[in-house]
């Protein structure tokens, strides 16, 4: 049983103590554990050229086109059984090395566009994708916050999970947290974290939630879109549709059961998505074959240049 911390922060900072303090809780029971700093790596930014996503429907696995040490990091991550992040928290939400592993994890890695690669593939004798994607595993977050404006990292932090599909078990925000390392209640949390992890991992199957429960009864979130008619909300994770009630000073989110198939964290709300996506694709195909598309194109690229730093400047 393996457990990797992966830390979004400085080096020796909080985020890289508390990281290494859940690593110890998860050491304690058994989990053979390994530490590793974002900082440290050289991970660039998805540019959404969806590369990865032709190759995985063409059967041809799911390279990416960026040269990195990103696929460095996800051979790390698939190893393990269990992973844990921790991300110091930028504008309420996660800092943005943590928003661009999030990114280039998106379709590439999602568990429906490879479970549909593999069956094309096999049909095809075409390149499976890594089998390891399609594996179960447990993840938790810790967020670190200098202050109460903190209430968007827990969302940001379920996307991960949501695209492979990965069991949360703990998602803890640590707001007004400067001075964490002296504050005991906060480590000892921070332990208990590392230690409900590699409980977690060493039975998935039966893993369960341990964190903050949240509003939304289904994936723990707390926040919500609302649309003009109040009273419909809709979770800003897993994208379920509903209202929110307050019952007697108590706050809670009420859906329909057959809201549960829409879920973006569930293989049928994602073949749902897919489904809507191939709808848009094919539209568009068709749409730039056409000499009005081809004309409004020209006149934005023609329009102005876009401006760049001059080459060798400080040289």
């Known amino acids: 049983m393996k457990i990797l911390g992966v830390s979004s ?57 960026l040269k990195d040490d990103f696929d460095w990091l996800l051979d790390k991550i698939l190893e393990a059984d269990g992973v844990l992040f921790s991300t110091p928290v930028f504008e309420k939400g996660a800092a943005g090395i943590f928003r661009t592993i999030t990114d280039r994890f998106g379709p590439r890695m999602d568990r429906l566009h490879n479970i549909v690669s593999t069956e094309i593939a096999e049909k095809n004798n075409g390149k499976i ?18 202050s109460d404006w ?13 695209t492979m599909m990965w069991k949360v078990i703990d998602n803890e925000v640590f707001p007004w947290s400067k001075g964490i390392i002296m504050e005991d209640e906060k480590v000892a949390r921070a332990h208990e974290i590392g230690v409900n992890l590699a409980k977690a991992a060493r039975d998935i199957e039966s893993a369960e939630y341990k964190g903050d429960p949240g509003i939304c009864p289904h994936c723990h979130s707390r926040n919500f879109y609302l649309n003009n008619n109040a ?40 073949k749902i998505h897919m489904d809507d ?32 730093p001059e080459t060798n400047k400080m040289s």
């Open 129 to 146: 994708p890594d089998p390891r994607i399609l594996k179960d595993k447990v993840v938790s977050y810790v967020g670190i916050g200098g």
């Open 9 to 65: 922060g400085t080096k020796d900072g909080n985020n890289d103590a508390m990281c290494r303090e859940a690593l110890m809780g998860a050491q304690e029971n058994g989990a053979e554990i390994e530490f590793v700093r974002l900082l440290d790596l050289d991970i660039k930014h998805c540019t959404g050229c969806i590369s990865c996503v032709m190759s995985l429907m063409k059967g041809k696995g799911n390279k990416c086109a």
């Open 231 to 270: 009273s419909e909300a809709i979770c800003c994770l897993c994208g379920i549709k509903g209202e929110i009630k307050n019952t007697d000073g108590k706050i809670s989110f009420v859906f329909p059961e057959e809201q549960l198939e829409h879920a973006h964290d569930t293989i049928s709300g994602k």
């Open 150 to 162: 903190t209430n968007r990292i827990q969302c940001d932090h379920g996307l991960l999970a949501m």
């Open 277 to 308: 996506i191939k709808k848009n694709e094919d539209a568009l195909m068709a749409s730039r074959k056409s000499q009005e598309y081809k004309a409004r194109v020209e006149k934005y690229r023609n329009f102005i240049n876009a401006s760049k």
